[in-house]
């Protein structure tokens, strides 16, 4: 049973557009929840995250969206560079901190120039 | 570059045999996490160390095992290979022990495949 879900697959954006990425979880004890970015032959990297006790963070072109009744998550990137095209994976994990992350299946963005 | 290395990049073998795949963490970071990525899946969270003691386990196999040496290195050993076992496999490392709050850095990755 995934509890964290990354329903699509891939997603196609035009560069200065914005991309949304969507993550739902099922467990609701997650708390914390996070966004790694994975480029090819690469190993993931720490993007953005968010704790339970807001709605939004925003870096830079980056805000990750938390909506807890829903249990479901976002993140924006505004405006979208083709440098940003890679896979980005959404995980989560609980108020303990003490188990592991959950990670979902990941959402392939391309960014066409 | 995250700092933490992974040896080999590459491994092809056969079923039945074993590996053992090699993890260096960031310098200072006491925990290692090992990672699977099969086709089509996200990172499953196989085992965590922390400074020489098993941590936390996730979906490993019994035919896996780990470990973490005095020098914070990390070992992951994949024994009677199946084609099944052919996958990605990710370390990562992080300063402390909340594998969910501490920021994980992620190593290039050992791609396994198995004939």
């Known amino acids: 049973d995934q509890q964290v879900k990354q329903n699509s697959p891939s997603l196609s954006v035009q560069e200065g557009r914005i991309s949304i990425l969507n993550c739902d979880y099922t467990?609701?004890?997650?708390?914390?929840f996070l966004w790694y970015k994975k480029y090819p032959a690469e190993g993931p990297t720490f993007l953005i995250s968010?704790?339970?006790?807001?709605d939004k963070n925003e870096d830079g072109r980056f805000t990750v969206f938390l909506n807890k009744s829903a249990k479901h998550l976002s993140l924006h990137i505004v405006p979208s560079q083709p440098g940003d095209s890679a896979v980005y994976f959404c995980?989560?994990?609980?108020?303990?901190?003490?188990?592991?992350?959950?990670f979902g299946k990941g959402t392939r963005l391309s960014v066409i120039a | 570059d995250s700092g933490v290395t992974q040896t080999p990049k590459h491994l092809i073998t056969a079923t039945g045999q074993r590996v053992t795949l090699r993890c260096s963490p960031r310098?200072?970071?006491?925990?290692v996490y090992w990672y699977q990525q099969s086709l089509d899946q996200g990172l499953q969270f196989l085992i965590q160390?922390?400074?020489?003691?098993?941590?936390a386990k996730g979906n490993i196999l019994e035919r896996f095992s780990a470990q973490q040496f005095p020098d914070l290195h990390s070992e992951l050993n994949l024994s009677s290979l199946e084609l099944g076992d052919s996958a990605l496999y990710f370390c990562?490392?992080?300063?402390?022990?909340?594998?969910?709050?501490?920021?994980?850095?992620f190593g290039p990755g050992t791609r396994l495949t198995v004939l």
């Open positions: 467990n609701s004890m997650f708390d914390y």
């Open positions: 160390y922390y400074n020489g003691e098993e941590r």
């Open positions: 310098s200072g970071d006491l925990s």
């Open positions: 968010i704790s339970s006790i807001k």
């Open positions: 995980a989560a994990s609980d108020f303990s901190g003490n188990t592991p992350l959950v």
């Open positions: 990562a490392s992080s300063r402390e022990f909340t594998s969910g709050r501490d920021t994980q850095y």
